[in-house]
């Protein structure tokens, strides 16, 4: 069952950090990065595969990430993905600025939307 | 790295389709462990990755840079464009084509003569050193640098030392026979000084140059062009030490040339060394010109200062050695000026007409797109309306003329590679040290055109189609029976331009054709049919008594009189219109002596046999012709042309003078006959000659002989009888240049005949193209006024009336067009004057025959849409839309 997705889509922008993010404990293919990432946010992100590897290719383009043909777990072939040292920097630069933005957002939240609609 | 990827967009796309494969199994692989059954496993594994298509999709965008993907997109569209009207893109492919062709070509030979350094070591320090006269009357056009004697040369470099090295160099023709039986055959070759090569730094292909001790007199060595090293020894490198006959005596072959080396032109078979077989006297002359010096300089020293110290030495000599011909200066020249001085003008003029051709052309197809533009008016005003920028909307435009452009230019460029190789072919005096081939410049040059043609063609439409209020253009309905009066404007701007180009290119080609016309029908002062022409040249070897040289002509005009068909046989140096063949200088016995060199009777040399002018039919205007009793060293007779007659004995009878030749054994001669003049070259004004007895008997290195055979019927037939007689007399003994005498003459023509033609073709092209621009427009005018006509004649106009109407509005421009070309053209052609004969820039017939022309193709290329817009049907008319 697919569950569902209304909740689930991805802020834009944040699926290039996350990718970065789980590369962090080692390197993995595209399945077992969106695993990962399903897995950490309790099922509640849901990958898109249509994204995804787009945005793996994007990464590589940009040479935050390497990429090698190797075998899987259950020893298939399969395309995997390492953190290069720039990839490292990018994600401590996105990290930073994700952490300043959902601050900031909590903020505002904070005050509440009614006083906000008073003034 | 971000620009490369879009080159790896497929294997990009191929790495994915391998990753989702992964993905697809894993995904199945944990389902099943979830204890799925494989379909349902599989199924779900597809349902969670969704669309595989899209994935690809967004992919392959990201891929693609933003500035890619539209030119991608714009040609994609433009093609469509294009092959929607496939007869529209055809012409204007074809009429890019031929012009970008034909400017190619031209740039190609333009840049192989002119601007392509030789293929020397440091061409730019090389420059060719000449004696200049300073009285105004040597220095008309073509003689202002005089060939170098070979004394001066001695003294140039022997006493200064601005130069590096100074090489000398002369032209010479050899018998060469064969070791093993090969025919014999007269060649050309150049004497070169021991150092020439060196000094250009060509290396021979094989062996060595000549040594210093082997450049004197009696020096034996060779030296083989690549061309005669692979067509006579078939390239065989043994040849090297070998000897080889030139006229009867031996050469030691010491080295081949490279292929490259065909300075200076591709005729000049072997070198010798320049003293080879020079008479020992005229090494020391100072008056005695023939030769060509190259001088290098020496690094950091200015040519003006190297030039200083030459020029001092020349003008000494020339003191000392004054009244006789030694010029006072000396005056440089760079070596691809030296080389091209004949064709520079002409090829100058054939590069303008192919630009205006390119122009035409170009105008052409804008005019052609302007009226496509007209019916996509509402397209593109809709696309604006909808927020298509303005840049976007004429970038899609100039796409489309690119692509024209693009095709044209390809194609063009690969018919130029054909053409350049058959003009290089035709045009005869095209030097060819250079080699004459494509190179990347001329690639760059090419593509250059094909942006600037798709530039003009392009811009010019797609302003005029984008610029519009979106409003007006909306409006601008063909049922409110006005059409864009801006753009009709703009078509007809184009159009008067076209026109004009096209009457400065049809005028000029007309004076050019007139003048080849002028010369073709000039009169050389001899007959000229039914002759057949040929020379031979007697080896000094075994002709060494002037007895056993007159004894070989004699006895072969004896057996050449005596051939059935023969009506008469001329034998001498040079034959009229055949060339030069050199002049000296003369002193009047009894005349006061002149003031200076400038002021010495000069006078072209030329032998002449007894029957000479009888056979060529020059007419004998006083005294006698020469008899057979003129023959051995002491008959000093010389017979002269009217020309010198009348200019050097004025109200006299110079029969019976005599004149003191210096060049001529220093002795005097008696003036035993005046007879008409003669042209040396059709194309060139007659100058006075003096004829000496060809049976006086000459040793000397050059002695050349050319015949005449006047014959009843076609001339050529005659030649193998006549070269059996010769065989049969001496059958070691070569013949050149078998040629009619119209042949000799058309070949002095050729060049005038092909700039005349190629100017004439590319006018031609001109007026179909400009022709088919007013048809196009006139066309276009009436389709867009069909309403308003059919009001006009449902209001009670008449058809005559329409035909009329219609009718002067193509004129109009035709008119215009031409009064600016008439007087463009008359500034144009003063450009080329020198290369007319017997017209001038104003000449009634040509502009008056052009004028016909073009208004004669102007209403038949009108005609045809007023006659149609006369022969409407109102009701139709007026419910067209």
């Not at chain 2, 595989?52 to 993907?69: H, S």
């Not at chain 2, 052309?361 to 809709?382: D, T």
Request: hydrophobic letters at 45%.
């Amino acid at each position: 069952m697919k569950p569902q997705a209304t909740d689930a889509e991805m802020l834009k922008g944040t699926l290039d950090m996350m990718i970065l993010r789980t590369l962090v404990s080692g390197d993995a293919h595209g399945h077992t990065i969106a695993k990962i990432i399903e897995r950490s946010s309790e099922d509640v992100l849901e990958v898109e595969q249509g994204s995804l590897y787009p945005a793996l290719h994007r990464l590589e383009d940009r040479g935050w990430v390497s990429s090698f043909w190797g075998a899987s777990e259950n020893n298939r072939k399969a395309k995997f993905y390492r953190l290069t040292a720039a990839g490292k920097k990018q994600l401590l630069r996105e990290t930073q600025r994700w952490r300043q933005m959902t601050r900031a957002i909590g903020l505002v939240m904070g005050e509440g939307p009614a006083e906000r609609g008073a003034q | 790295m971000s620009w490369l990827r879009f080159f790896r967009r497929r294997q990009s796309d191929a790495d994915l389709q391998n990753e989702i494969a992964s993905f697809l199994e894993e995904e199945t692989a944990d389902n099943m462990a979830r204890g799925m059954s494989r379909e349902d496993a599989h199924r779900q594994a597809r349902i969670k990755l969704g669309s595989v298509q899209k994935a690809r999709e967004t992919l392959w965008t990201q891929n693609t840079p933003p500035a890619l993907g539209t030119l991608a997109r714009d040609i994609r569209y433009s093609m469509r464009t294009l092959l929607r009207t496939p007869g529209f893109s055809l012409i204007a492919v074809l009429v890019i084509a031929l012009c970008i062709g034909a400017a190619t070509s031209l740039f190609t030979i333009v840049r192989s003569v002119m601007l392509r350094p030789l293929p020397f070591n440091d061409p730019g320090r090389l420059v060719m050193l000449y004696e200049h006269f300073r009285a105004p009357q040597m220095n008309t056009d073509g003689f202002n640098y005089n060939v170098v004697a070979p004394a001066d040369f001695y003294d140039w470099r022997s006493k200064t030392n601005g130069f590096q090295d100074m090489a000398i160099w002369r032209y010479g023709q050899y018998n060469l026979t064969g070791e093993r039986g090969e025919l014999p055959e007269v060649i050309h070759v150049g004497g070169g000084s021991w150092n020439l090569f060196p000094l250009l730094g060509v290396k021979p292909a094989l062996g060595r140059s000549f040594t210093e001790s082997e450049d004197q007199i009696d020096g034996a060595a060779v030296m083989l062009s690549w061309s005669i090293f692979e067509r006579r020894f078939a390239g065989d490198a043994s040849i090297i030490g070998r000897s080889i006959h030139l006229d009867g005596k031996p050469y030691t072959v010491v080295g081949v040339l490279p292929a490259s080396f065909t300075y200076p032109d591709a005729t000049i078979q072997l070198w010798v060394p320049y003293k080879a077989g020079l008479p020992e006297d005229i090494l020391h002359h100072h008056d005695f010109h023939f030769s060509h010096v190259i001088a290098r300089l020496r690094p950091g020293v200015s040519l003006a200062s190297a030039l200083s110290q030459v020029s001092a030495i020349q003008y000494r000599l020339h003191q000392q050695y004054s009244p006789a011909p030694v010029a006072e200066d000396v005056a440089p020249r760079s070596m691809n000026d030296d080389l091209s001085k004949g064709v520079k003008k002409p090829l100058t003029v054939l590069l303008g007409a192919v630009g205006c051709m390119l122009l035409i052309g170009c105008l052409n197809v804008a005019n052609l797109l302007v009226a496509r533009g007209a019916s996509r008016q509402k397209e593109v005003a809709i696309r604006s309306a909808l927020g298509a920028p303005r840049a976007t909307l004429i970038r899609e435009q100039l796409t489309e003329s690119l692509l024209i452009c693009i095709a044209g230019g390809v194609t063009g460029t690969a018919l130029s590679t054909a053409a350049t190789r058959w003009l290089a072919h035709a045009w005869k005096d095209l030097p060819t040290a250079q080699g004459i081939h494509v190179d990347s410049m001329v690639l760059l040059f090419a593509f250059g055109l094909i942006f600037a043609a798709a530039l003009i063609a392009g811009l010019l439409p797609a302003l005029s189609t984008t610029g519009k209020s979106v409003i007006k253009s909306l409006l601008t309905s063909t049922r409110t029976g006005s059409s864009s009066v801006s753009r009709t404007a703009l078509r007809k701007t184009l159009l008067t331009i076209e026109i004009a180009v096209t009457v400065v290119l049809l005028i000029s080609a007309g004076l050019l054709l007139k003048s080849f016309m002028h010369l073709r029908s000039a009169d050389v002062g001899s007959i000229t049919d039914n002759l057949l022409t040929l020379g031979y040249s007697l080896p000094q070897q075994k002709y060494d008594t002037p007895a056993k040289v007159n004894a070989f002509n004699e006895a072969l005009l004896e057996r050449l009189r005596a051939v059935p068909g023969v009506r008469g046989v001329a034998l001498g140096s040079t034959l009229p219109a055949a060339g030069y063949g050199g002049d000296d200088m003369f002193l009047i016995k009894n005349h006061p002596l002149p003031k200076s060199v400038a002021d010495m009777p000069d006078a072209i040399t030329r032998t002449a046999d007894p029957g000479y002018f009888t056979a060529l039919g020059i007419p004998l205007l006083r005294g006698r012709f020469f008899t057979n009793d003129d023959t051995g060293d002491l008959s000093h007779k010389v017979i002269i042309s009217q020309q010198l007659a009348k200019q050097y004995f004025p109200g006299e009878n110079p029969v019976g003078q005599s004149i003191h030749v210096e060049a001529m054994h220093d002795s005097d001669f008696e003036i035993v006959g005046v007879v008409g003049d003669t042209l040396w070259r059709v194309d060139e004004a007659g100058k006075p000659t003096m004829y000496f007895p060809v049976l006086m008997g000459s040793v000397g290195a050059i002695n050349f002989q050319a015949l005449a055979v006047h014959t009843e019927s076609n001339p050529l037939s005659y030649s193998v009888t006549v070269q059996k007689q010769i065989a049969a007399l001496d059958p070691e003994l070569p013949v050149s240049d078998v040629l009619t005498m119209d042949q000799v003459i058309g070949e002095s023509l050729g060049n005038a005949s092909l700039s005349a033609t190629l100017v004439l073709g590319f006018a031609i092209l001109s007026l179909i193209l400009a022709s088919v621009g007013l048809y196009g427009v006139l066309q276009y005018l009436m389709t867009q006024r069909t309403t308003e006509l059919g009001i006009r004649m449902a209001l009670g106009a008449s058809r005559d009336h329409l035909l009329q109407l219609i009718l002067f509005d193509g004129l109009r421009p035709a008119l215009f067009g031409l009064g600016i070309g008439v007087a463009a053209s008359l500034l144009v052609s003063r450009l080329f004057q020198s290369m007319l004969s017997g017209t001038r820039p104003v000449d009634p017939i040509v502009l008056g025959g052009v004028t016909a022309t073009l208004l004669a193709v102007a209403v038949l290329a009108c005609l045809v849409p007023a006659w149609r817009a006369s022969h409407l049907d109102p009701m139709q008319a007026l419910r067209t839309e």
